[in-house]
């Protein structure tokens, strides 16, 4: 079966430290990757997705990166972290590009900047 | 473009009563449409999903979703609620971003289930 597994849990970092963020999916090859921002517990923002190693698609352009280094690893990164990037940051996995594929998501990973 | 509303901040309801959470939709073409968990401090766990076929989709825990074309709707439901019920359910719809597979989410809807 797949596991999705993401680290740290939680993450206290000062404003202006660099961030990195890593998720790793076991159980399946060339999974659609995703990172998603969850703030103040409701609703979800898609940040990057990724279709391949090295191929990553921002949504919606801010302070954060993300790359693909290997087929099942996906890692959300900063330079230098804001105030605004605190969040609970979500990654989630789906087997292909057929319509309708569910979307599957780790433990999620809670940052604060200070 | 594609959207979803959940127009409910939070549904009560008390333990063994039947619930409902209500998702409306907007898309162009097919609807394929999803329902998300999630307890506090934890990641989404999938539900249920709509893609085609029968209206009423049979999900996880004992839910239930009931897809309505007319009124473009999508609501979530369970007959008998129970305390453990108790959190954030997400709808979704497909979204299209470069080609590509997407979720678009509601609001989210808080579910109390009481004593």
């Known amino acids: 079966s797949q596991t999705i597994h993401q680290w740290p849990a939680t993450l206290v970092q000062p404003v202006g430290s660099p961030l990195s963020l890593e998720c790793t999916v076991e159980?399946?090859?060339?999974?659609?990757l995703y990172w998603y921002r969850q703030a103040a517990g409701r609703g979800l923002q898609l940040l990057f997705y990724?279709?391949?190693?090295?191929?990553i698609s921002s949504e919606v352009p801010q302070n954060l990166s993300a790359s693909r280094p290997q087929d099942r690893q996906f890692i959300l990164s900063s330079k230098k972290l804001l105030l605004s990037d605190s969040g609970f940051y979500l990654c989630a996995w789906s087997s292909g590009h057929q319509l309708g594929e569910t979307q599957y998501f780790g433990p999620g990973t809670r940052l604060l900047v200070l | 473009a594609q959207s979803v509303a959940q127009p409910e901040d939070q549904v009560n309801v008390a333990e063994g009563n039947p619930l409902t959470v209500k998702c409306t939709y907007s898309?162009?073409?097919?609807?394929?449409l999803f329902w998300y968990v999630q307890y506090p401090n934890r990641g989404l766990q999938f539900l249920l999903k709509?893609?085609?076929?029968?209206?009423l989709v049979k999900g996880s825990y004992g839910f239930e979703a009931e897809f309505n074309k007319s009124q473009t709707s999508f609501h979530l439901k369970k007959p008998s609620a129970l305390v453990s019920d108790s959190a954030l359910y997400f709808c979704?719809?497909?979204?299209?971003?470069?080609?590509?597979?997407?979720?678009?989410f509601g609001a989210g809807t808080r579910l109390a289930v009481h004593p």
């Open positions: 979704a719809v497909r979204g299209l971003s470069g080609g590509y597979n997407k979720l678009i």
């Open positions: 709509y893609i085609t076929g029968d209206n």
């Open positions: 898309v162009s073409g097919n609807p394929y």
């Open positions: 159980g399946t090859s060339n999974p659609n």
């Open positions: 990724s279709v391949g190693i090295g191929q």
